[in-house]
């Protein structure tokens, strides 16, 4: 059984037992999450359900972890005019387990 679901500009393939990393989400280590825009379902091979655009279901987690990705630096540059910038950025997430489809 799997499930698409739309969160954070993004959509994920999820199942049942999964973690993974999406756009930062308010909430706390332990605390429960309902994912509303679901775009498909699949029931064990046997059933699709597609969205028009979303479903009336719901794909429900919990909160694993919250923290920020490594550091990536962003550099402009430009030659024989001496411009030079740099920026760092690290970008929240939240770590999330998917409990029931």
Known sequence: MFAVIKTGGKQYVVREGQKLKIEKLPGEKGGKVAF????LAEDDGSKVEIGTPTLKSKVTGEIVEQGKAKKIEVVKY???SRYTRTQGHRQAFTKVMITKI
């Not at 509303?36 to 775009?39: G, K």
């Open 36 to 39: 509303d825009a679901l775009l």
């Open 78 to 80: 430009k030659p024989k």
